[in-house]
T-cell receptor
Framework: DAGVIQSPRHEVTEMGQEVTLRCKPI?????LFWYRQTMMRGLELLIY????????DSGMPEDRFSAKMPNASFSTLKIQPSEPRDSAVYFC??????????FGPGTRLTVT | GENVEQHPSTLSVQEGDSAVIKCTYS??????FPWYKQELGKGPQLIID?????GEKKDQRIAVTLNKTAKHFSLHITETQPEDSAVYFC????????????FGSGTQLTVLP
């Protein structure tokens, strides 16, 4: 299995622009998570899905953030408009029938 | 979980020595405790985990111990090697499905050759 796939790996954008991060979970996993990692706040859970349905989005920082999962093999995290404080590494993770969560390589976002 | 405290924030050991990282949790309902290793530029990788009905678990050079009464758990790495150098995160989760992980702040482990 290729593991969790994220794209792009790096994104540099200007303040005010829309940013879309993409994730392909491990095949057969029915849970998908989006995390954000910063030096100040560490690893934070933003939102997670079960069978493509958002279960808990209480970690989403603002209305500028939105996430979708149109099918079992694809999810997006969108920031519109982006701000410099959104600069971070964003991770996607997936989980199947067990307890283990498997992380993707992350997308490093820089907003200038 | 509610809050997970992790210590130390940095740890340097000589190659071949043991390393111990400790975490304390606050949520008495927590029942799943994974440890992740994160190398530079990569995502966290699950290295070992333990559930609340077990006091200790070992996998080759890595072991985790859990003290539910004191609400703390520890990662032990024996015979450390330079490739063990990374940031290690503990986490906890509650409930039957362990879906929402709360992470500690991380420990930068450096194994000196």
């Amino acid at each position: 299995d290729a593991g969790v796939i994220q794209s792009p790996r790096h994104e540099v954008t200007e303040m005010g622009q829309e940013v879309t991060l993409r994730c392909k979970p491990i095949s057969g996993h029915d849970y998908l998570f989006w995390y954000r990692q910063t030096m100040m706040r560490g690893l934070e859970l933003l939102i997670y899905f079960n069978n493509n349905v958002p279960i808990d989005d209480s970690g989403m920082p603002e209305d500028r953030f939105s996430a979708k999962m149109p099918n079992a093999s694809f999810s997006t995290l969108k920031i519109q408009p982006s701000e410099p404080r959104d600069s971070a590494v964003y991770f996607c993770a997936s989980q199947g029938g067990g307890y283990e969560q498997y992380f993707g390589p992350g997308t490093r976002l820089t907003v200038t | 979980g509610e809050n997970v405290e992790q210590h130390p924030s940095t740890l340097s050991v000589q190659e071949g020595d043991s390393a111990v990282i400790k975490c304390t949790y606050s949520d008495s309902a927590s029942n799943y405790f994974p440890w992740y290793k994160q190398e530079l530029g990569k995502g966290p990788q699950l290295i070992i985990d333990i559930r609340s009905n077990v006091g200790e678990k070992k996998d080759q050079r890595i072991a985790v111990t859990l003290n539910k009464t004191a609400k703390h758990f520890s990662l032990h790495i024996t015979e450390t090697q330079p490739e063990d150098s990374a940031v290690y995160f503990c986490a906890d989760a509650r409930g039957g499905s362990a879906r929402q992980l709360t992470f500690g702040s991380g420990t930068q482990l450096t194994v000196l050759p």
